[in-house]
């Protein structure tokens, strides 16, 4: 079975720019989470999809990212401008629902983020 | 909000030594995972835990989840350098997303 795909693996950008990220995640895993992590610390979610909708996106800094799922399968995560401390790793993680309690995670390899 | 705890932060042991690292939460979690990064890598799933006092095995690993489920633990035996990396608890309150710890990042010494 194909994981969940993330792309690019590596981006270098300038503060003030913007970068957006891409993920694909495991075919018919209707959850998509977004988590920032910051080297040496835990992932921290930053959004959670439910097909296409937002479950929670309460630690979302909505004044730089946005993300979005349209069609409920791939999502994109945006910052812009970026700022110095938007520098880490973000992975993208997808799980099935049957409603229980939280599923597992599949994370992808993620995009490591430089930003100068 | 909602913060789970590990400890210690980093554990570095020779190689055929035991290794435990703790989670706790501040409060009632209705479920706990754990996951392994190896350095470089991503996260991967490798247990979840739901019920109180419960106890699962996984070859040489032992996951524990405390009678007041605000707790658990993971217990290596006789580590391997194939241990080596970092180990983060994850849990949520009920109908909320997994939050995880800040992981113990293990070293085994050849």
């Known amino acids: 079975e194909a994981g969940v795909a993330q792309s690019p693996r590596y981006k270098i950008i300038e503060k003030r720019q913007s970068v957006a990220f891409w993920c694909n995640p495991i075919s018919g895993h209707a959850t998509l989470y977004w988590y920032q992590q910051i080297l040496g610390q835990g992932p921290k979610l930053l959004i959670q999809f439910q097909n296409n909708g937002v479950v929670d996106d309460s630690q979302l800094p909505k004044d730089r990212f946005s993300a979005e799922r349209l069609k409920g399968v791939d999502s994109t995560l945006k910052i812009q401008p970026a700022k110095l401390e938007d520098s880490a790793v973000y992975l993208c993680a997808s799980s099935l629902v049957d409603g229980a309690t939280n599923e597992k995670l599949f994370f992808g390899s993620g995009t490591q983020l430089s930003v100068l | 909000g909602q913060q789970v705890m590990q400890i210690p932060q980093y554990q570095h042991v020779q190689e055929g030594e035991d290794f435990t690292t703790y989670c706790n939460s501040s409060t009632t979690l209705s479920n706990i995972q754990w996951y392994k990064q190896r350095p470089g890598g991503h996260p991967v799933f490798l247990i979840q835990?739901?019920?109180?006092?419960e106890v699962k095995k996984q070859k040489r690993l032992t996951f524990q989840f405390g009678e007041a489920k605000k707790n658990s633990s993971l217990h290596i035996t006789a580590t391997q350098t194939t241990d080596v990396g970092t180990y983060f608890c994850?849990?949520?309150?009920?109908?909320?997303?997994?939050?995880f710890g800040k992981g113990t990042r293990l070293s085994v010494i050849a």
């Open positions: 835990l739901v019920k109180s006092g």
């Open positions: 994850a849990g949520p309150k009920r109908n909320t997303p997994l939050v």
